[in-house]
């Protein structure tokens, strides 16, 4: 039933044909990358298929087989009596399994990349990331599972109204402090140091029409090759943030193309319009999940919706209505992201920086030009570099 969603929304909403090959001109010196891009991304696309199935199994199997509930007799019996105990105990030891259960796939994904020469992370580091992530991890789910379920006791009939504000305010502060809390934890961050670049940078701005906080470069090279950017941030603390892996490689007018698409997602206001629907659809979602959670949680030996042991399931519904809506999230992501090209051909001006640049960021990331259609269509966040490119000279249309 939410394979055929997922198929018939990818189906609905998505390309149907396949994203058109990179032109040959633009696959550089060595065109032997396209060949290995492609292998790496059905390997890929089978491993992150892998991956989806692993968590809402593990949670179906941890309710259903009763271990969700003796966990939660466990801790009550080991002096956990306090509903606030009792849910962080529970969340803590919960959320650290089922994180280290899907450990082994993220390791394979990190084998793939050093075998395919993207990556030079140790072990040793890799599992330090992932410890650090781990951590990030607990603090926000223990800080959103106590709040959830201190609501579901005091508000049993409408937990999922306060809740889905809660969950909003807290993606909108997330939004907020991730340039100054998360990012550290895992890069460093220096404010751009070439100069003719930061003012190339702003004078782009200007003539975009978008203020630019700051331009910030991060070691990402400290992990690999990959090259990348992005924008973040709301209200003050906005800032463009460039891999340092792109200052090495690329030219300035490929540069100041990737910059303009970042640009491009600030004159559009997409991280508010991001906040704003998931501000429309959350209080739908938990709704929907409150009335579910009466239906399925008898039939687990789980007496109410505010015993602890129901919080896999409540995972496992959150999950699975994700999934659902995965084609519909990823094509408005494919339409902003096709909206920030387009501005960035309009404010450069510079079609043949935007095909090199995009084709450039393939060969040196290694990723697929041409993905299947249908996985394009569920999955993708980003158009098809092949299509990317392929829009650009008709002005990105
Ligand atoms: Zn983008």
Do not use: C
């Not at 519909?328 to 920030?340: F, G, I, P």
């Amino acid at each position: 039933m939410l394979l055929i969603t997922m198929i018939g929304l990818g189906w609905l909403l998505g390309p149907r044909t396949p994203a058109p090959p990179l032109p040959p001109e633009l696959l550089g010196p060595d065109p032997g990358w396209l060949a290995r891009a492609e292998r790496l991304g059905r390997l890929r696309r089978g491993l992150s298929l892998l991956n989806l199935a692993i968590v809402p199994l593990a949670l179906w199997l941890f309710v259903s087989s009763g271990w969700s509930a003796a966990l939660r007799d466990w801790l009550t019996g080991h002096g956990l009596r306090s509903p606030w105990l009792l849910v962080g105990g529970f969340t803590i030891l919960f959320v650290t399994g089922l994180t280290v259960l899907t450990w082994p796939l993220e390791y394979v994904a990190l084998l793939l990349r050093r075998a395919y020469g993207l990556s030079n992370e140790t072990s040793a580091a890799w599992l330090l990331r992932q410890l650090k992530l781990l951590a990030v991890t607990l603090v926000l789910t223990l800080l959103a599972a106590e709040g959830l379920y201190w609501l579901l006791r005091t508000l049993p009939g409408w937990w999922w109204l306060p809740a889905a504000v809660g969950a909003v305010l807290l993606s909108m502060a997330l939004t907020y402090l991730q340039p100054y809390v998360i990012t550290p934890l895992f890069f460093r961050q220096t404010p751009l140091a070439d100069e003719t670049l930061r003012a190339a940078i702003q004078e782009l701005g200007r003539r975009s029409g978008v203020p630019i906080g700051e331009v910030y470069v991060i070691d990402a090279s400290r992990q690999g090759n990959e090259g990348n950017a992005y924008f973040t941030g709301i209200g003050g603390a906005t800032r463009v943030v460039l891999y340092d892996t792109l200052l090495r490689t690329y030219q300035r007018d490929q540069l100041l193309t990737i910059l303009a698409h970042e640009l491009g997602h600030w004159h559009y206001q997409h991280v508010w319009r991001a906040l704003a629907l998931s501000a429309l659809t959350t209080p739908l979602g938990l709704g929907l999940i409150h009335l579910l959670l009466q239906r399925l949680l008898p039939s687990w030996n789980i007496n109410t919706p505010a015993d602890v042991a129901g919080l896999p399931l409540i995972l496992l519904l959150i999950t699975l209505g994700s999934y659902a809506v995965l084609p519909l999230q990823n094509a408005l992501s494919r339409h902003w992201e096709r909206q920030a090209d387009r501005f960035a051909l309009q404010a450069t001006g510079d079609v043949a920086a935007f095909q090199r640049t995009f084709a450039d960021l393939a060969r040196q990331n290694l990723s697929d030009p041409t993905p299947p259609p249908l996985y394009e269509a569920i999955f993708a966040t980003h158009p098809a570099i092949g299509r990317r490119v392929s829009e650009a000279a008709t002005g990105g249309s």
